[in-house]
Nanobody
Framework: QVQLVESGGGSVQAGDSLRLSCQGSGRTFSSYLMGWFRQAPGKQREVVAV???????YYTDSVKGRFTVSRDNAKNAVYLEMNSLKPEDTAVYYC?????????????????WGQGTQVTVSS
């Protein structure tokens, strides 16, 4: 059974940091795009950051300079380091894997999703 399991979410104050981790199991994801989406209450799910198998990254504008996505192919894992957190970063964060070549910012392009981890940032 293929699974993506996120960890590291929580409740923090504005300006704090969190590190999300996502562990894959059931198959190897080292050849595929991995990353993170998020969904805030009442809003659509949006891409946050993704990383190619070769380490090329993309960030949505609102997190550039604050978040860093990385991966460890040997561990079948992807991470999201989040610094200088803001209340508007409050959302459920999902780990994702895309096996094809669809648009990276398009939710149907992704083949596997984690169950999500809640990040709450208070002011």
């Amino acid at each position: 059974q293929v699974q993506l399991v996120e960890s590291g979410g929580g409740s923090v104050q504005a300006g704090d940091s969190l590190r999300l981790s996502c562990q894959g199991s059931g198959r190897t994801f080292s050849s595929y795009l991995m990353g993170w989406f998020r969904q805030a209450p009442g809003k659509q799910r949006e891409v946050v950051a993704v990383i190619t198998r070769g380490g090329i990254t993309y960030y949505t504008d609102s997190v550039k300079g604050r978040f860093t996505v990385s991966r460890d192919n040997a561990k079948n894992a992807v991470y999201l380091e989040m610094n200088s957190l803001k209340p508007e970063d409050t959302a459920v964060y999902y780990c994702v894997v895309r096996m094809g070549d669809g648009r990276f910012d398009y939710t149907p392009s992704y083949d596997y999703w984690g169950q999500g981890t809640q990040v709450t940032v208070s002011s």
